[in-house]
T-cell receptor, first 113, second 114 residues
Framework: EAQVTQNPRYLITVTGKKLTVTCSQN?????MSWYRQDPGLGLRQIYY???????DKGDVPEGYKVSRKEKRNFPLILESPSPNQTSLYFC????????????FGNGTRLTVT | GENVEQHLSTLSVQEGDSAVIKCTYS??????FPWYKQELGKRPQLIID?????GEKKDQRIAVTLNKTAKHFSLHITETQPEDSAVYFC?????????????FGKGTLLTVNP
């Protein structure tokens, strides 16, 4: 089944403890992206990747890192999480950047205390 | 950069009525405008999209219209049903540009009352 898989679905952590949210797609998609969803603010893009080893900042990249060493994986890294990073995170992928629909993962609800 | 405004945060309609959700965008170079539906507790899913060389697109009960001059696009849902209740996000991007930042509106919660 074609899908975008995020793990974990739920994560509670403490301020400053490094964490990684994994994202993997099995559709051979070139483009991958991370979004955070907050009430009243919609979906805001954190980082995106056009292909392996090609990444760029979205609208809210501060406090996050990403890597794209393989085409299928695009992990989101929080080196020193803070409470303002408490949010619902979505990974998404698309076949290419040209007019292709985004396929979203199931989301990761992160709470930083 | 692109700024997408989704003017209604909530919209309530009676079952069977039509619903229209409008978005405006700022970047005249934007040429791809998708709409995503997010049911409660679920992931966003594409329901319809439109490219800038087309003024209108229909798919059964849903349609999207685009006015490039005024820089706005709208989602139209006819004969609404309770299962249409969800948050709807519009988005815009310049898909031919050197990057691919898809900018979303803040979402409209549509409630269809039986």
């Amino acid at each position: 089944e074609a899908q975008v898989t995020q793990n974990p679905r739920y994560l509670i952590t403490v301020t400053g403890k490094k964490l990684t949210v994994t994202c993997s797609q099995n559709m051979n998609h070139e483009y991958m992206s991370w979004y955070r969803q907050d009430p009243g603010l919609g979906l805001r893009q954190i980082y995106y990747s056009m292909n392996v080893e090609v990444t760029d900042k979205g609208d809210v990249p501060e406090g996050y890192k990403v890597s794209r060493k393989e085409k299928r994986n695009f992990p989101l890294i929080l080196e020193s999480p803070s409470p303002n990073q408490t949010s619902l995170y979505f990974c998404a992928s698309s076949l290419s950047r040209i007019n292709s629909p985004l396929h979203f993962g199931n989301g990761t609800r992160l709470t930083v205390t | 950069g692109e700024n997408v405004e989704q003017h209604l945060s909530t919209l309530s309609v009676q079952e069977g009525d039509s619903a229209v959700i409008k978005c405006t965008y700022s970047d005249s170079a934007s040429n791809y405008f998708p709409w995503y539906k997010q049911e409660l507790g679920k992931r966003p899913q594409l329901i319809i999209d439109i490219r800038s060389n087309v003024g209108e697109k229909k798919d059964q009960r849903i349609a999207v219209t685009l006015n490039k001059t005024a820089k706005h696009f709208s989602l139209h849902i006819t004969e609404t049903q309770p299962e249409d209740s969800a948050v709807y996000f519009c988005a815009a991007t310049n898909s031919g540009g050197s990057n691919y930042k898809l900018t979303f509106g803040k979402g409209t919660l549509l409630t269809v009352n039986p």
